[in-house]
């Protein structure tokens, strides 16, 4: 989905090593303009926004964790937690113009994965599901938002572009294009790729609604058929009570006279 490319790591004592690393600084200040309407100034986002202290001290413990100074970098990563709230194990990998919004509670672990573009927000839990060694945590494709509270369980995928919506529980993998609701999480029908990019997080589509809807309407419409079958009946009904009528007429005015008056014509 992605891969950390040797550019990205940093070497001290390197010029060209320092020019990257204030190029990435100052693309991590334009993706806080980006994508927080809130922010006002360089200074503030320097200042204020731990999602972005976060980033920049995992960056640290992640490059302690390459070079196997393990206990150094879980030192730095739990500096990190403690000053910003938001705990990203120093194993986890994390791609270009990643943006945690507010952040409180976020918990990334060791095997997550995270392409780039991706925003979320506070107290998203990329989690594992299993004691054993290896890949346990999710797999964020590039440009997908995770709304706030959402939890993500176990080695899944999350497509590009995807959308997880606020307080769901994603516990299967998320197509590329999709949005998905709820607990369990659902993915929601009828919304088009272009509408994903655009959607707002307090408009998202019920999976759940939209199926008890479908069944509504598809109840009204079978009521709908019903009664015009029962009134179709009701017609039927009618002429076959006249038919009987007039049945029953013929057979009383014919039993009321007797054999030689119906063989001589009589009352016809």
Not at 1 to 21: K, Y
Not at 87 to 95: D, F, K, N, Q, V
Not at 103 to 111: K, L, R
Not at 172 to 199: F, N
Request: charged share 25%.
């Amino acid at each position: 989905m992605f891969r950390i490319r040797a550019r990205d790591t940093f070497r001290p004592g390197c010029s060209r090593t320092r020019g990257a690393m204030f190029s990435r600084i100052r693309e991590d200040i334009r993706t806080v303009f980006g994508k927080d309407p809130a922010a006002r100034s360089v200074l503030e986002v320097l200042l204020f926004y731990p999602g972005m202290h976060a980033i920049w001290g995992h960056r640290m413990a992640g490059l302690l964790w390459r070079w196997r100074l393990k206990l150094a970098a879980r030192m730095v990563s739990h500096l990190a937690r403690f000053f910003t709230a938001i705990e990203i194990h120093p194993g986890a990998r994390i791609g270009r113009r990643f943006f945690i919004d507010h952040g409180f509670g976020v918990v990334i672990g060791e095997t997550a994965e995270i392409g780039d573009d991706v925003l979320m927000y506070q107290g998203v839990v990329l989690g594992g599901t299993s004691l054993e060694k290896g890949k346990r945590h999710p797999t964020i494709g590039n440009n997908a938002v995770l709304g706030a509270g959402a939890i993500l369980l176990g080695p899944i995928t999350v497509g590009e572009e995807a959308r997880v919506g606020a307080g769901s529980v994603v516990l299967h993998d998320v197509e590329p294009h999709t949005v998905v609701v709820g607990v369990p999480a659902r993915a929601s029908t009828g919304v088009k790729s272009d509408q994903i990019r655009e959607l707002e997080h307090g408009k998202l589509p019920d999976p759940v609604a939209n199926a008890i809807q479908f069944v509504l309407s598809e109840n009204e419409a079978m009521r709908t058929r019903m009664k015009k079958l029962e009134h179709l009946e009701g017609a039927l009904s009618d002429m076959d009570k006249r038919m009987e009528e007039t049945h029953e007429e013929i057979r009383k005015m014919f039993e009321n006279k007797g054999d030689d008056e119906f063989g001589s014509g009589s009352g016809i």
